[in-house]
């Protein structure tokens, strides 16, 4: 039983598309975040989220603590996009539990 | 981006073997974290430390201890590295004002 769930596992899409990727999760949480890995492997974190929604140039994150789901949007996708997108979910328990991810290829 | 660098990058070992796996951040971040990547899962807690001398296990702690002398220093052990253990290894700390974790570029480990 995993935690957090993400969908899809893989998108591809064509440049300038608008993008939406998933994530579901089943326990209590102190705020979600949204990560992103490069081919080659590094992580950076794009969002931290406690409620509502945040922007980011071209990146929008929401969430509906409620529903326990968070939606990651991307605008006027861009082959630099391409990357893998990783959902987390936080406690106050000071872990992080992952999703598996969701890899993005996004054509020229 | 915090300060946060792994050694080696890059290791090929023997089964039965002891490795070592080194994590350094610059930001006096209280929390650090390792975790193992693997292909079909997400990144799995393996150790964290929320101070020096003070650790906890994660949910894949068999076959690993880790030690925190420093604040900028956590290092991840395996004691006698198995094929299993081969995986992409990460290291990150923690921004507890922004709740951020700040990952390390990553450690590829073959168990042969």
């Known amino acids: 039983k995993n935690e957090v769930e993400q969908s899809p596992q893989n998108l591809t899409a064509q440049e300038g598309e608008f993008i939406t990727i998933n994530c579901s999760y089943s326990v209590g949480i102190s705020a979600l975040h949204w990560l992103q890995q490069h081919p080659g492997g590094g992580i950076v974190s794009l969002f931290m989220?406690?409620?509502g929604k945040k922007k980011h140039g071209r990146l929008i994150a929401t969430i509906n603590i409620q529903e326990k789901h968070s939606s990651l949007h991307i605008t006027a996708s861009h082959p630099r996009d391409s990357a893998v997108y990783i959902c987390?979910?936080?406690?106050?328990?000071?872990?992080?539990?992952f999703g598996t991810g969701t890899s993005l290829t996004v054509i020229p | 981006d915090a300060g946060i660098t792994q050694s080696p990058r890059h290791k090929v070992t023997e089964t039965g073997t002891p490795v070592t796996l080194r994590c350094h951040q610059t930001e006096n971040h209280r929390y650090m974290y390792w975790y193992r990547q693997d292909p079909g899962h997400g990144l799995r807690l393996i150790h964290y430390s929320y101070g020096v001398k003070d650790t906890d296990k994660g949910e894949v702690s068999d076959g690993y201890s880790v030690s925190r002398s420093k604040t900028e220093d956590f290092l991840l052990t395996l004691e006698s590295a198995t094929s299993s253990q081969t995986s992409v290894y990460f290291c990150a700390s923690r921004d507890l004002n922004t709740d951020t974790q700040y990952f390390g570029p990553g450690t590829r480990l073959t168990v042969l």
């Open positions: 987390a979910v936080s406690n106050t328990g000071n872990q992080f539990y």
């Open positions: 989220l406690s409620s």
